[in-house]
């Protein structure tokens, strides 16, 4: 795959020149200066953007609530990003289930910390209701749709539909799995729906998400113009086990 990225340049700049988005992974595990924020923005082309996940501080740790300062905290950190910033993503623990009350105070926290796009990815079984479905639509938030799903419907994007968010975890094997031509072909119908489309491969353990991501951009190209991401080969702060494409 090496020969789809230029040569020379670091491994965000020879990214960003084969590809125009990127979810950054590693805000989940450790915090970032608003300087490296900065600096990433400043080294991809206008175009190009970041998705970034909630720290685990706020999702697994805090379970959400008390997340006052760590939003603001958070917030200020990435907005160094500037406009190149894109979703916000929050992944939720399977544990977590849902809770009327709760999450409609941190959804609307969150859209008053960090204005724009956000995307829940849910996993415990509860998110997968009506109820949930229509507090996620209030917000403007979208349902992640993931695979392999852990309830029926999981794969299906849901919640707020101005944006579709997917995220492609690899299966059988989750992270290692690559998929194959069929797969591409729905993942790319999910891709076409509606409002703004980011979809995501996480199935980086064996790099199988390069050639997916690059698959699923060719297959796009016939269609209404896509974005796309895929982990590159070198590391700078590993920031992304994803791959993406958005529009």
């Not at 230029?6 to 979810?23: H, I, M």
């Not at 450790?30 to 501080?57: M, N």
């Not at 509606?194 to 998400?209: I, K, P, Q, V």
């Amino acid at each position: 795959m090496r020969d789809q990225f230029p040569s020379e340049g670091s491994a965000l700049k020879r990214y960003a020149a084969r590809f125009d988005a990127v979810e950054i992974n590693s805000s989940f595990h450790r915090p970032h200066r608003r300087t490296t924020y900065e600096r990433w923005a400043a080294s991809v082309p206008a175009a190009f953007r970041f998705a970034v996940k909630l720290p685990k501080a706020i999702t697994h740790e805090r379970r959400l609530v008390e997340s006052a300062e760590p939003l603001a905290r958070f917030a200020e950190e990435v907005g160094g990003l500037g406009g190149k910033r894109g979703p916000v993503l929050v992944q939720l623990p399977p544990s977590l289930a849902f809770d009327a009350e709760l999450a409609d105070s941190f959804f609307g926290r969150l859209g008053e910390t960090l204005p724009g796009r956000v995307a829940c990815e849910p996993r415990h079984p509860s998110w997968f209701t009506a109820a949930a479905d229509a507090l996620l639509i209030a917000h403007a938030v979208a349902r992640v749709a993931a695979d392999p799903a852990r309830v029926p419907g999981a794969a299906e994007p849901g919640g707020w539909r101005g944006l579709t968010y997917a995220r492609w975890h690899g299966s059988p094997a989750i992270y290692r799995s690559s998929y194959d031509e069929t797969a591409i072909e729905a993942h790319a119908a999910v891709a076409r729906t509606a409002g703004e489309s980011w979809t995501m491969y996480d199935n980086t353990t064996l790099g199988a998400a390069t050639a997916n991501a690059l698959a699923l951009q060719a297959g796009l190209a016939s269609g209404r113009k896509q974005k796309g991401q895929v982990d590159p080969s070198g590391d700078w702060s590993n920031p992304s086990s994803s791959a993406a494409t958005w529009s």
